[in-house]
């Protein structure tokens, strides 16, 4: 098992909580790193439910908050649908993703991947008028 730290920044100075995100092995694909997190996020949604969503997409059917979206009570959450969207987000340059400092550009990437290594998932923010 390897654990990593996972970073969300939305824009500079406005980050979220890290948290660690455990990892089968430390070769592993973007799009995998993808599904594994939002497997995770939506797994520990599900047991604290209901609250604040935080995760790299916003769900079907959710209102946005200050640092995340709000579910009606009790409505769950399709990890394997949210990491679809959150591919298609990768793709159109919705976010970054760092892995230490390295910028992974494409979903079929394989990453090296080390114990405590950071990953970071930099959210871009449109420009106004475009």
């Excluded at 916003?58 to 200050?66: C, I, M």
């Amino acid at each position: 098992m390897l654990t990593v730290t996972v970073i969300d920044e939305w824009s500079p100075g406005k980050v979220a909580p890290e948290w660690a995100l455990d990892l089968l092995r430390e070769r592993i694909t973007a799009r995998e790193l993808i599904r594994r997190r939002i497997h995770q996020e939506v797994m520990d949604y599900s047991a604290r439910m209901p609250g604040r969503f935080h995760s790299l997409v916003q769900p079907s059917d959710s209102e946005r908050v200050l640092n995340g979206y709000h579910l009606q009570d009790g409505r769950t959450i399709d990890w394997r649908a949210q990491s679809v969207q959150a591919q298609e987000a990768f793709q159109r340059h919705r976010f970054i993703l760092l892995v230490d400092d390295h910028q992974v550009e494409d979903l079929d990437e394989e990453i090296a991947l080390r114990a405590g290594a950071e990953v970071m998932f930099l959210r871009l923010t449109p420009l106004a008028g475009g």
